[in-house]
Structure formats: structure tokens, C-alpha cells
């Protein structure tokens, strides 16, 4: 399988454990949710795989990288710089993405105030929407190289 196949089997892994998220708190929805972000965070490694070959980014030592230490480095990419960095800022996939992700993965003591954006069903829709565009988004941008 190539990269853009691998892509397209993680994000149907990830569509398919939200039709199964109920946000019970239950040990078996809490292991789906980490699931859920595993296999985007392992689309998104694939994806910038995919990617790589359209840029001018040195490749010797990028498929040891973790998908967030890719995606930083494709802000030294002109082709891609602009794109990259409006998913880092607010609202942009991939700072939602790190943020809820951070939320989870290291949850907040309930019994302190901090944010009222709480991890729910319209958050990790929408992280998954927001995903989709950014990979339509990058794929358009390779085909037009």
C-alpha cells in the first residue's frame, strides 16, 4: 500500500469509531476516543508522507519523525508554509487537533473551571471535517505542483 491508501484507511478507521462514541465516560468509549485520535495522528503521519515527495525537505531522517515534528518542518517548504501555518493557529486543524488531543490524553481536574470547550461528539466532527479540508487542501496544492 502506498501512502495516499493508508491515509484513506486511517480516516475510515476514524469515521467509523465516531458512529460508536457515546461520551458515557465508560473505560470502553474512553479507549475509543484515544483510538480515534491515534489513527488520525497516524493518517496525518501518512499524509505528510505523501506530501514530502512534492517538496524540497530533506528525507533521510523524516520517516523517523513523528507526524507533528513533519508537519513543522514543512513550514521551511514555500509550497507549503502558508498552508501549514494557518492550521497551527486557533481554529486551525492542527492546533484543535494538538489541543484536544493534550485535553484527553492529560485531563484537567474537573473540580477547576479553566474552559468551557469541553471534549464532545461536535468537537472531534469537527477536528475530523477540519482534517479532510487541510488533506483536500495539500493534495490540491500536489497536484498543481
Known sequence: ?????????YLDICNELLTKLTFDKSASDNSNQHIFFITLDKSMNYL?????????????????????????????????????????EPNGFL???????????????QSIIISNDSINLKKFISILDKYKEFMFMLRKTTEEC
Request: proline letters at 2%; hydrophobic letters at 35%.
Open 1 to 9: 500500500m502506498d501512502s495516499k491508501e493508508y491515509v484513506n484507511l
Open 48 to 88: 505528510a508522507d505523501e506530501v514530502l515527495s512534492f517538496s524540497s525537505i530533506e528525507q533521510s531522517s523524516f520517516s523517523s519523525l513523528n507526524s507533528s515534528a513533519k508537519w513543522n518542518l514543512f513550514l521551511d517548504d514555500i509550497t507549503f508554509k502558508n498552508i501549514i501555518k494557518r492550521e497551527l
Open 95 to 109: 492546533y484543535e487537533f494538538n489541543q484536544t488531543q493534550e485535553k484527553l490524553f492529560n485531563p484537567i481536574d
